[in-house]
C-alpha cells in the first residue's frame, strides 16, 4: 500500500513563530494533551502561531479504531482528576479568548467520560469566564442522556463529525453509526445549542453523496460544517482516493452557504476547529 503523492496546493508551512513556543511549553508543562499532535493536524503552526489550540481530554488513548484517525488504540488510563484544573490553569496562563475541546472515545466508562466532559468545561468556565468554549464529542454511542451532562455545562457550541457519507461510514469509522451521529446533533439543536459538523473528502463519495449529506445536516439541525481534504496518516490508514481541488472546495462552500448553512469552512487543508473562533458568532 502506497501514500499518495500529494499534489503543491497540500504543501503544508511549518514554520512558527514565538506564540509557537510559548503554547508548546504551556502544553508539556500542564502534561496535556492535543489532538493537534496526535491527529497530526496540517495546521497546527499555524493555529499555534495564533495562540490557539484543540485541547484533547480524557487521555490519547481510544478505545475505537477508526480508519482515517491516527490517534493510537488500546485500553486507556483512568481519567486524570488534575486534568481539568490544569487545563483552566493553561489557558488563563495563554490568555485564550476561544477554546476548543475535544477527546477520545472512551467506551470504556461508564458515562463515556461525559462527566469528566463537564468537569473540565466547568473548571474551564469558572477561572476564564471571558472565554468562548467549543466541544467536539464523540456519540456516546447516541445516549441522550449522557449528551445532556455536557449540554448542561453550558458550552457555546457543541461539535460532532459525520466524517463521511452515509455508504463509507462503516468502512471510515470502526464502530460510529451514520444515523447515531444524525440523532446526535438533532438532540444538540433540539436544546437550543450550536450544533457544528465536519466531513472529509477523498474517501470515495461521489459529489452527490456530498450534497446528500450536507442536506441531511441541515434537516438534522446542524448550523456549521467543515469540509476538508483527507489524508492518510500512514500506511496502515485508508488511502486516498482522490485529492479534490481547491476550487472545488471553495465550490462546495458556495453550495452549503446557499442550502442554508450559516458558516461554512471549505478548503482542503481545513480541519473541525480550524478558525473555530470565527464560528462562535453564528
Not at 485529492?243 to 450559516?262: D, H, M, R, S, W
Amino acid at each position: 500500500m502506497n501514500i499518495k503523492r500529494k499534489p503543491d496546493w497540500l504543501k503544508i508551512d511549518f514554520r512558527s513563530d514565538n506564540n509557537y513556543s510559548i503554547v508548546s511549553k504551556s502544553l508539556k508543562h500542564n502534561c496535556l494533551n492535543t489532538i493537534c499532535v496526535s491527529g497530526r493536524c496540517p495546521n497546527l503552526a499555524e493555529c499555534w502561531s495564533r495562540g490557539t489550540a484543540t485541547f484533547m481530554i480524557l487521555g490519547d488513548v481510544c478505545t475505537r479504531s477508526c480508519g482515517f484517525c491516527n490517534t493510537k488504540t488500546g485500553k486507556p488510563l483512568l481519567p486524570n482528576t488534575e486534568e481539568p484544573q490544569k487545563l483552566a490553569d493553561s489557558i488563563k496562563e495563554l490568555n485564550l479568548k476561544h477554546i476548543v475541546l475535544t477527546s477520545v472515545t472512551r467506551d470504556d466508562l461508564h458515562d463515556g467520560g461525559a462527566g469528566h466532559w463537564a468537569k473540565c468545561i466547568l473548571k474551564i468556565k469558572e477561572h476564564n469566564p471571558q472565554s468562548k468554549i467549543e466541544v467536539l464529542i464523540p456519540d456516546f454511542k447516541g445516549d441522550t442522556n449522557l449528551i445532556d451532562i455536557i449540554i448542561a455545562a453550558q458550552p457555546d457550541i457543541i461539535s460532532h463529525n459525520i466524517e463521511t457519507v452515509r455508504r463509507l461510514t462503516p468502512k471510515v469509522r470502526s464502530a460510529s453509526k451514520f444515523d447515531t451521529s444524525l440523532s446526535v446533533l438533532r438532540h444538540i439543536s433540539n436544546r437550543n445549542i450550536t450544533a457544528k459538523s465536519g466531513l472529509m473528502l477523498g474517501l470515495g463519495e461521489t459529489e452527490q453523496e456530498i450534497l446528500d449529506t450536507m442536506d441531511t445536516l441541515l434537516i438534522n439541525g446542524c448550523k456549521i460544517i467543515t469540509v476538508g481534504q483527507y489524508l492518510q496518516p500512514t500506511k496502515k490508514h485508508l488511502e486516498v482516493e482522490q485529492y479534490v481541488t481547491p476550487e472545488k472546495f471553495a465550490e462546495y462552500k458556495e453550495i452549503a452557504l446557499n442550502k442554508g448553512f450559516k458558516f461554512v469552512e471549505s478548503a482542503p487543508l481545513v480541519r473541525s476547529s480550524y478558525h473555530a473562533e470565527r464560528h462562535v458568532v453564528v
